[in-house]
Antibody, heavy 116, light 106 residues
Framework: QVQLEESGPGLMQPSETLSLTCTVS????????VGWVRQPLGKGLVWMGT???????NYNSAVQSRLSISRDTSKSQVFLKMNSLQPEDTGTYYC??????????WGQGVMVTVSS | EIVLTQSPTTTAASPGEKVTITCLAS?????MYWYQQKSGASPKLLIY???SLASGVPDRFSGSGSGTSYSLTINTMEAEDAATYYCQQWSSNPLTFGSGTKLEIK
């Protein structure tokens, strides 16, 4: 069955670069897109960006200058890198399969805290 | 950016009661998508393409709407439906979510 699992450090310092990995199973990254969605604690969902089956990417302009999404299809992994972290980047980060215009499967999320 | 405004922000319903959640878009969108997020869990797709039920979703859930006004309806509230519900659009960049509606059981 389709599964996604996020992994990465839980605690980051301001100005550092965040690196998260999404490992997928049950589908191919060359057939489906994977997106990243952030949820600040107790708040709503914010789309950050998506890498598509062909390898192209779309980013939310709000974070585009700091964000990079890439993948390793041989390992079924998608990577998120975001630099210049600030406390407001604190939250749960989800990866999800991006099926055309919506997300049909989600990972369990990884909590990231940015604090000095 | 298309802003999605959900109402109500919070509501409560008794078992068996009908619940309707509204999502208003700041500009016309071609389709709306709905997610359910229970406390401590990741979001789950409920409705895609405005009115199509995602796999495994009970048929007491339904979606409708067009243009700038969309709604999610739970025909008969059950205790397991207590959750926060989000609408989402991607008719234009960036993809955006509504701010959520928290539904509690009375």
């Amino acid at each position: 069955q389709v599964q996604l699992e996020e992994s990465g450090p839980g605690l980051m310092q301001p100005s550092e670069t965040l690196s998260l990995t999404c490992t997928v199973s049950g589908f191919s990254l060359t057939s489906n897109g994977v997106g990243w969605v952030r949820q600040p604690l107790g708040k709503g969902l914010v789309w950050m960006g998506t890498i598509w089956a062909g390898g192209s990417t779309n980013y939310n302009s709000a974070v585009q200058s700091r964000l990079s999404i890439s993948r390793d299809t041989s390992k079924s992994q998608v990577f998120l890198k975001m630099n210049s972290l600030q406390p407001e980047d604190t939250g749960t980060y989800y990866c999800a399969r991006h099926n055309w215009a919506y997300f049909d499967y989600w990972g369990q999320g990884v909590m990231v805290t940015v604090s000095s | 950016e298309i802003v999605l405004t959900q109402s109500p922000t919070t509501t409560a319903a008794s078992p068996g009661e009908k619940v309707t959640i509204t999502c208003l878009a700041s500009s016309s969108v071609s389709n709306m998508y709905w997610y359910q997020q229970k406390s401590g869990a990741s979001p789950k797709l409920l409705i895609y393409s405005t009115s199509s039920l995602a796999s495994g979703v009970p048929d007491r859930f339904s979606g409708s709407g067009s243009g700038t006004s969309y709604s999610l309806t739970i025909n008969t509230m059950e205790a397991e439906d207590a959750a926060t519900y989000y609408c989402q659009q991607w008719s234009s960049n960036p993809l955006t979510f509504g701010s959520g509606t928290k539904l509690e059981i009375k």
